[in-house]
């Protein structure tokens, strides 16, 4: 009892403090009053009145009391009508503060107060008229934000908040960002066939994503039937059935869904409606035993049809009829013949301009590949060149020098050193084994050719083994380091991942080294001499057993280091080499046995080769790799020594 | 005499060096044929392209009374032609036996199928039997040729030749490494030779050509220095000054 | 006169003869006809490596004797192996389907026939239309022609333009391997029309043989594939026995030589690289019916090396050498990698020869072509003494006199 007076007493000193309030100056608080109907009862077409008083106002209160209601957090005070924030408390009333200051107004009992809970419809009004505020809002960021929700959800009613939010706007690349969007909401739902062909040409031969995303829905079409072309359409061609474009099952199939033509009986309708019909061993008359094909089946259902118990089938002359009485044509959804137009045009210049940049794209990516592959194939084309050598374990070596980076990787955990470290070792450790394997193997079979690569092989196969025997057949990952991660973006169709970026740099450093190498060192001065005749080496002091050994160990120190490059951005197996090293031989046959330039060239053809084979067909890589290899086998007719070959008598035996 | 090969303005370059400079040269039926000059001379390279293997760059290579362009022609082509050739080293298949070597020379049709279907007549032997006789290797007909001395290989070779009966025989340098007494044979095998066919033998060793008793063409950095009797080429100045009075 | 092909080659009656008395032996020995010693899965492994032999031959043929290092004879193999699959997978599939809806109310029409064997053949990759290449599917002599005509082709074609751009060498084999590569990888898609990397499978199954057991079955395969290595055998050493081995031999040690006698290498070269495609083609169509499963995995690259491995451990440029070899080691292989092979325990690791086989046999492989480059064959001549000197054409001296047989036979 007396809890309940005190309650009253409090309610009533709350209610007095309120009146005082509400009764100083309140413009917004008066403005919502005068729309009180429209407000209390917001409806999507009543609403918009009050919203634009709202903002033409240009009261302060204007955002936050719109944010409020949106989110329904305003209430109604019955007995005077007027318009609270409100939050309930825990003890189920409700604190109502003040919309002008945003001060406590008072507790009040739920019974009290009315919620206003706008429907969905005037909810996304309120936020569009939102949009606005937030893109005119003074923190950079809190704009940028506002546009990127337009751009992830464009409607017609962000057009003009944004067309509002230009002025004022100091950012330079915000203001661009507001008007590329303007442009692109313009195409997609300005009432104004000029404004929107405007637009439209303004994007034309852009690369962006977004201009595509906006042109494409306004040139798609649909593929209709009708008894005569439609005059107030937007057509977009009519097709004669028949043709590669249209089908005559497609345009029957066309009249059938327009309702234009009746069905036809498929083949399982038909058998289902024999079946349905079997009367004691026979259908229609016609023993099911000899129902077994098409044509008695078709035989027996006309019988059928003739006695009115299936429907007729739809004979070949009847289609005709069909097709020939009506005409197919392919409707653009967007009615407006002036903007599909313009949008057409747009769309193949940017195509045109996508193609060019895609072009480019290829073109870095086959140089990536290039690079690889060159990477790959330099050290079997230096032990192939210089010494008629044909190493089938090269592979392997690559696959050593992958393996290295992943153990030095689990030795030392910072990514950059231990790729620092990684590359020298690599090198070291391939060195080593092409060494020790031109020692024990290979100088035994110099001059025998075919024996030197079946014995290679055989050191391939076990060392392939050997390393699945230590590491595991599954894949060991060799991460590179932070700093190459990411991708070099020039625009939304061109771009290249920094690894690719390190690897080219590392084939183009290795390219010079081995040219400095071979051309101003003593080591490069007696390797061409042995290669060119190693007797007359030989005697005039060059110890050919060292060149050979120094060449194999520098071919495979490279494979090495190819290996941990490959192994940066393709997972580390023990079939690593072997999926380079067919690759890898084509390179060097390509290119033209004993020359730098020539396995350059090598790897540069096959590399931009195979990815603009897959290019083509993008879907199917193993086509492209078969594709590929059927080229090289006609190249090589063309050029049997390769890109590079060496004339004269030195190449004739 | 009517002419079995003419060579005229040949001329070939090997990157940038050339190897052959407007060269000419005529060799008319049976008749032997000595080609002396220094190393690069292009004597080599003058067998290759008429034997097919270099293409030159330009000039016509002209065989035969019905005066066929060997330039279109392959190696193999040539040969059949009845153009022969010896090279420099030995160059007969070690792995089989002399019989075989001189049985797969033997002038008969060349094709695979012809090859295969091949079955060995008395006729065919007793003609492998007489060249054996002919280069003194009767001895050694099971042998493998791999077995042979040089010299023996070299005669081979020229056995070899003589099986294929060319119309044409080109010999490189036949009597380098050979024995005083080898080289007596050698040289009679080759007079011998040319009463029926011509015979180009290319050779460094003057002692060698005097004893062949020919006609000499002098080649001198790609094209033709000098022609005619030894003692007559030798009596020129210019031969003398770029070849003999090094 | 001439003597007659056995007299001249007396080592192909004694192998006839081994090899009628080894089938002889199996067969009383075996599951099917015999005393059950010698299971049915031992027949077909023992009928495959019989089939392995032929294609050993086959890769001798124009490696050991023509000088072409083909890394490219199991793609015809896999190929020829892929023509039979076909018509035994088509057939097999037909008897199911047809089998399958024989209590439906209707009988089937052929076209639903058809459909159901695409659906149930093609399935696997997500079609159900038969493709063109399987035209002739439905016919065994269509097939077995194919199986001739074409790996016979591609190796026409092949050789053609290799052979006629002068390719020789390691070039040459390199070539090879990428055609292999290229015809694997191919296989691989499942657009191929030869279901993709299922292969082609249950070819173990002989249509119109389905009360047959398999034991007796595996007899019957065995047989013919010691026919086909009889046949194969012969054809051989006749192909090698006379002038045109000579010619061929002759192409493989110098083959500018023979260019320069008048003969067309290219066109030699291109009959032996054809034949023994054909030769290797027939040994697969014999192979997978009895490995029962087919996939392009079976033709990439390794598989070709690995035939180049068995006729080098055998011994190059003599036929027994090719069929040892291809025996030995495939026998050898199959008894390691089987699990039979007895662990060796060596206290800190126990070498499993699962893992360690390959590492044997790619040392083993490099030693035999170190220190025994005549392979096991060459272990025949030191028996019968046949000892040539190993001169390699160097020259003993300028003179006849100074040609020493003591020194020839160091």
């Given at each position: 009892m007396t809890r309940t007076v005190i309650l009253a007493l409090r309610a009533a000193l709350f209610w007095l403090m309120a009146a005082i309030a509400v009764n100083a100056q309140s413009p917004i608080q008066d403005l919502l009053q005068e729309n009180r109907a429209a407000v209390e009862k917001a409806s999507r077409k009543t609403i918009d009145g009050v919203i634009d008083e709202l903002l033409a106002s240009g009261l302060p209160q204007t955002r936050e009391v719109l944010a409020k209601w949106r989110e329904k957090e305003i209430w109604q005070r019955k007995e005077d009508g007027l318009f609270f924030f409100a939050k309930p408390l825990p003890n189920k009333n409700i604190q109502l503060f003040d919309i002008e200051t945003g001060d406590p107004v008072g507790e009040f009992d739920k019974k009290a107060v009315k919620q206003l809970k706008p429907n969905s419809g005037v909810r996304s009004v309120i936020a569009t008229a939102l949009v606005r505020y937030q893109l005119t809002d003074p923190d950079p960021r809190k704009r940028a934000e506002g546009l990127r929700a337009i751009e992830r959800g464009p409607e017609a009613s962000h057009l003009a908040a944004l067309r509002a939010a230009f002025e004022g706007e100091d950012d330079p690349a915000l203001l661009a960002r507001k008007q590329r969007l303007e442009r692109l909401l313009t195409i997609s739902y300005d009432e104004d066939s000029a404004a929107r062909v405007a637009a439209i040409e303004s994007f034309t031969g852009d690369l962006g994503v977004d201009a595509r995303a906006a042109l494409n829905p306004l040139t798609s079409t649909t593929r209709k039937a009708a008894a005569e072309l439609p005059t107030n359409a937007n057509i977009k061609a009519v097709i004669k059935p028949g043709t590669a474009r249209l089908s005559r099952d497609q345009a029957y199939a066309l009249l059938v869904a327009a309702e234009l033509a009746p069905a036809r009986i498929t083949a399982a309708e038909k058998k289902d409606a024999l079946i349905a019909n079997i009367v004691e061993g026979s259908v229609a008359g016609t023993p099911i035993h000899t129902l077994d094909t098409d044509a008695a089946r078709t035989q027996a259902y006309a019988t059928l049809a003739a006695a009115g118990t299936v429907p007729a089938e739809v004979t070949a002359a009847d289609v005709d009829a069909a097709l020939a009485a009506h005409v197919f044509f392919d409707q653009y959804d967007e009615p407006d013949a002036n903007v599909t137009d313009a949008a057409q045009e747009a769309l193949t210049s940017i195509s045109t301009k996508v193609g060019v940049n895609q072009m480019f794209d290829l073109a870095l990516d086959g140089l990536s590949l290039a690079s690889i592959y060159f990477l790959a194939a330099i050290g079997l084309a230096i032990t192939f060149g210089v010494m008629g050598v044909i190493n089938m374990a090269h592979g392997e070596f690559i696959m050593m020098g992958a393996y290295t980076g992943y153990v030095v990787q689990q030795v030392i955990p910072d990514y950059t050193v231990s790729i620092i470290v990684a590359l020298p070792l690599a090198f070291a450790i391939t060195f080593a084994a092409g060494v020790a394997m031109e020692r024990l193997v290979i100088r035994w079979l110099y001059n025998r050719p075919l024996e030197t690569l079946l014995a290679t092989f055989g050191i391939s196969i076990a060392l392939q083994q050997l390393a699945k025997n230590i590491f595991g057949t599954q894949a060991r990952p060799l991460t590179s380091p932070a700093w190459l991660d990411g991708a070099l973006v020039f625009n939304d169709v061109?771009?290249?991942?920094?690894?690719?970026?390190?690897?080219?740099?590392?084939?183009?450093?290795?390219?010079?080294?081995?040219?400095?190498?071979?051309?101003?060192?003593?080591?490069?001065?007696?390797?061409?001499?042995?290669?060119?005749?190693?007797?007359?080496?030989?005697?005039?002091?060059?110890?050919?057993?060292?060149i050979n050994m120094l060449t194999f160990g520098l071919g495979s120190g490279i494979a090495g280091i190819a290996g941990v490059a490959i192994g940066l951005y393709a997972k580390v197996t023990s079939e690593l080499g072997a999926d380079y090293i067919v690759q890898s031989f084509m390179t060097v046959v390509v290119g033209g046995v004993g020359n730098i330039w020539g396995t350059l060239l090598g790897a540069t053809m096959i590399g931009s080769l195979q990815k603009g084979i897959e290019w083509l067909n993008p879907s199917n890589t193993l086509a492209a790799q078969t594709y590929m290899i059927i080229f090289i086998i006609i190249f090589i007719q063309f050029r049997p020594k390769g890109i590079i070959a060496l004339k004269g008598r030195a190449a004739g035996d | 005499m009517s002419t079995l090969l003419e060579v005229s303005g040949i001329s070939v370059t090997f990157d940038g060096f050339r190897a052959i400079n407007n060269l000419s040269f005529n060799i008319g039926n049976a008749e032997l044929r000595a080609i002396i000059g220094p190393n690069g001379a292009g004597k080599t390279t003058f067998m290759d392209i008429v034997t097919g293997k270099t293409r030159p760059d330009e000039g016509r290579v002209i065989w035969g009374e019905k005066n066929i362009s060997l330039l279109k022609m392959s190696e193999s082509q040539i040969a059949r032609a009845g153009v022969g050739r010896k090279f420099q080293r030995p160059t007969v298949f070690e792995d089989q036996s002399v019989f075989d070597n001189l049985l797969m020379a033997l002038k008969k049709e060349r094709g695979p199928f012809d090859v295969l279907l091949y079955r060995r007549s008395a006729q065919d032997r007793d003609k492998v039997h007489a060249l054996a006789d002919e280069i003194g290797l009767s001895a050694e007909l099971p042998r493998k040729a791999g077995e042979l001395a040089h010299g023996q290989k070299q005669w081979l070779e020229i056995g070899m030749l003589l099986a294929q009966e060319p119309r044409l025989l080109l010999v490189d340098e036949p009597a380098a490494g050979m024995s005083p007494a080898e080289r007596e044979h050698t040289t009679n095998l080759l007079k011998e030779a040319a009463k029926t066919r011509a015979v180009v033998v290319v050779e460094h060793d003057m002692e060698f050509v005097r004893r062949l008793d020919c006609k000499v063409t002098v080649f001198h950095e790609g094209s033709v220095l000098a022609e005619g009797s030894l003692d007559h080429v030798t009596a020129n100045q210019e031969v003398i000054d770029v070849y003999l009075g090094r | 006169m001439e003597r007659s092909f056995f007299a001249r080659n007396p080592s192909t009656l004694i192998f006839i003869t081994i090899l009628a008395v080894f089938t002889l032996g199996v067969t009383l020995l075996s599951e099917g006809l015999g005393v059950d010693v010698i299971s049915t899965s031992m027949v077909k492994t023992l009928g495959k490596t019989l089939c392995l032999c032929l294609?050993?031959?086959?890769?001798?043929?124009?490696?050991?004797?023509?000088?072409?290092?083909?890394?490219?004879?199991?793609?015809?193999?896999?190929?020829?192996?892929?023509?039979?699959?076909?018509?035994?997978?088509?057939?097999?599939?037909?008897?199911?389907?047809?089998?399958?809806?024989?209590?439906?109310?209707?009988?089937?029409?052929?076209?639903?026939?058809?459909?159901?064997?695409?659906?149930?053949?093609?399935?696997?990759?997500?079609?159900?239309?038969?493709?063109?290449?399987?035209?002739?599917?439905?016919?065994?002599?269509?097939?077995?022609?194919?199986?001739?005509?074409?790996?016979?082709l591609l190796a026409l074609v092949f050789g053609w333009l290799a052979f006629r751009s002068r390719v020789t060498g390691v070039y040459l084999s390199i070539l090879t391997q990428a055609m292999t590569l290229a015809l694997s990888l191919y296989l691989f898609q499942n657009d191929s029309g030869l279901r993709g990397n299922n292969g082609l499978s249950g070819l173990q199954n002989l249509p119109g043989a389905e009360n047959v057991p398999q034991s007796l079955i595996s007899i019957y395969f065995l047989w013919a594939s010691a026919a086909a290595l009889a046949l194969g055998y012969l054809l051989a050493a006749w192909i090698v026995g006379g002038k045109f081995g000579s010619v061929i031999r002759g192409i493989r040690d110098d083959e500018a030589r023979v260019r320069f006698l008048g003969y067309h290498v290219e066109g030699y070269k291109l009959f032996v690289f054809t034949v023994t495609a054909i030769i290797a083609a027939i040994a697969g169509a014999l192979y997978y019916p009895q490995a029962g499963i087919i996939n392009p995995a079976e033709i990439a690259p390794i598989a070709s090396i690995y035939l180049a491995v068995w006729v080098a451990i055998g011994g190059r440029g003599r036929l027994y050498g090719a069929v040892i070899g291809a025996a030995f080691v495939s026998l050898v292989s199959t008894w390691f990698t089987g699990g039979q092979a007895p662990d060796i325990p060596l206290g800190f690791y126990t070498v499993k020869w699962v893992d360690w086989w390959l590492v044997l046999l790619g040392l083993s492989f490099v030693a035999v072509t170190l220190f025994a480059p005549k392979g096991i064959g060459g272990l025949f001549d030191m028996l019968s003494g046949r000892l040539a000197p190993q001169r390699h054409g160097a020259d003993l001296g300028p003179d006849q006199g100074s040609f020493r047989e003591k020194e020839a036979e160091q």
């Open positions: 061109v771009s290249i991942s920094y690894i690719r970026i390190a690897i080219f740099v590392l084939s183009v450093i290795f390219l010079f080294l081995l040219l400095f190498v071979l051309n101003k060192t003593r080591l490069g001065l007696e390797v061409r001499a042995v290669t060119q005749n190693p007797r007359m080496a030989a005697s005039m002091g060059i110890n050919p057993d060292r | - | 294609i050993a031959i086959a890769m001798d043929l124009v490696w050991g004797y023509c000088g072409i290092l083909s890394l490219g004879h199991f793609a015809f193999f896999g190929l020829g192996g892929y023509m039979i699959g076909m018509w035994l997978m088509y057939e097999r599939t037909k008897a199911i389907v047809v089998s399958a809806t024989a209590g439906a109310p209707l009988p089937p029409t052929p076209q639903e026939i058809r459909d159901g064997i695409g659906t149930q053949i093609f399935g696997v990759v997500g079609g159900a239309e038969i493709p063109p290449i399987w035209y002739f599917a439905d016919s065994l002599f269509a097939q077995l022609a194919l199986v001739v005509l074409i790996p016979g």
